[in-house]
């Protein structure tokens, strides 16, 4: 079996990607399901807000279900059903609408009364305060 030089698999790269991606840039915004820190809560209506929200910036959003923990400023480990919701956009919209999404996790923050909100930018994250 012939092998493939480096030089050759980029090649064959450069022909199966023959096309520029559209939308080359993710922000996500992590909504809680807690309030308060540790209380449960059905966060099925923010969701839908946050959904709303980024979709006037950006065009579209989508939402997916995770289960994250943390280790809040009591020492506690708080377990919570956390909703990705999340856009993809062009570098221009990420630079021109990142203060507006990190305002949607301040917002969220403090009308949950977290300790921080998570915000994804690109696969890096960043604790959002109120």
């Known amino acids: 079996m012939k092998k493939h030089s480096s030089h050759n698999q980029k090649d064959i790269m450069k022909k199966e990607i023959a096309f520029q991606f559209d939308l080359n840039c993710r922000w996500a915004v992590y909504v809680p399901s807690t309030k308060n820190v540790n209380e449960t809560i059905d966060n099925t209506e923010e969701v839908k807000k946050v959904i709303g929200e980024l979709s006037d910036l950006f065009g579209g959003a989508t939402a997916t279900p995770s289960i994250g923990g943390w280790r809040c400023e009591n020492g506690e480990v708080v377990v919570e059903n956390t909703t990705i919701v999340y856009s993809?956009?062009?570098?221009?919209?990420?630079?021109?609408?990142?203060?507006?999404?990190?305002?949607?996790?301040?917002?969220?923050?403090?009308?949950?009364?977290?300790?921080?909100?998570?915000?994804?930018?690109?696969?890096?994250?960043?604790f959002v305060t109120a």
């Open 88 to 126: 993809f956009c062009t570098t221009d919209q990420a630079i021109k609408h990142a203060g507006d999404v990190l305002a949607i996790a301040q917002r969220l923050c403090r009308e949950y009364n977290q300790e921080a909100v998570t915000v994804e930018y690109n696969g890096q994250v960043k």
